[in-house]
């Protein structure tokens, strides 16, 4: 099954490829005029499709049927992550919660962080491959990079968790999500959080979670975490 990005496509009856799937449509797949290709937007639609007009530079693509939902998570996820030293890991872990699902992704810049800068045009490029990859029609929405600070001051009503090293109480996962509303979790770099930026999270109403008894890679909680809440609300 060949999937195809289309995030424009709403309720169209027609439409074109971007030059770069027409190009992997075409010259790639060698797909000819009257076979048909599934179409995704990224926000749940799904589209069964037929090549009108094979033209590798502006495929034209009719519309069969149409489904809406599909791989849209049942329940509301946001992780706000601190990006990992090497790029590659926040990638990783962009791909695997994609594939299994995940409503919302935030690179967050800590004081410990150990890299401040990411290219959200190739995280947003790493979310659409995981979701064709996967046979999904949904990926998350991947935000700007914004400081722990300004994230906190943002009304976000829901369910808040933050995973750090400190010890002390804290609540299972499982314990701290809600199914029916936002579930938005905070992941440090790999030196975590400090004892101040803690203390601040907690003022904004986030609660200590824990995400096992084993000290985990900032990619690796992040993945525990996405499965975690899958698992639950499955």
């Known amino acids: 099954m060949n999937l195809f ?32 290709i599934i179409l995704v937007n990224g926000k749940g639609g799904w589209y069964t499709s037929k090549i009108v007009h094979p033209d590798p530079k502006a495929c034209r693509v009719e519309i069969i049927s149409r489904e809406q939902g599909l791989g849209v998570p049942r329940y509301s996820l946001h992780i706000a992550m601190a990006p990992t030293k090497q790029i590659d890991r926040f990638e990783w872990f962009i791909e695997k919660a994609t594939e299994i699902g995940i409503s919302e992704i ?10 401040r800068e990411v290219k959200p045009e190739r995280l947003v490029k790493v979310a659409i491959s995981a979701m064709k990859q996967s046979l999904k029609a949904f990926h998350p929405v991947i935000h700007p990079s914004v400081s722990l600070r300004k994230f906190l001051a943002r009304e976000m009503p829901g369910s808040k968790g933050i995973a750090h090293c400190v010890p002390g109480t804290k609540l299972w996962l499982n314990e701290a999500s809600d199914k029916t509303t936002n ?15 803690i203390q601040l999270a907690y003022g904004a109403g986030y609660s200590p979670i824990t995400l096992g008894e084993s000290r985990l890679r900032t990619e690796t909680a992040g993945v525990v975490a996405v499965q975690t809440l899958a698992w639950l609300f499955r």
Do not use: K, M
């Not at 995030?7 to 027409?22: H, K, N, R």
């Not at 935030?106 to 890299?115: K, N």
């Not at 579930?183 to 930026?197: R, V």
């Open 183 to 197: 579930n938005i979790i905070l992941i440090g770099p790999e030196g975590d959080f400090t004892p101040d930026e």
């Open 106 to 115: 935030t690179p967050l810049i800590c004081d410990r962080s150990e890299r």
């Open 5 to 36: 990005y289309a995030p424009e496509l709403a309720d169209q009856e027609e439409i074109v490829l971007s030059a770069e799937e027409s190009h992997h449509a075409v010259r790639v797949l060698r797909i000819s005029a009257g076979e048909q």
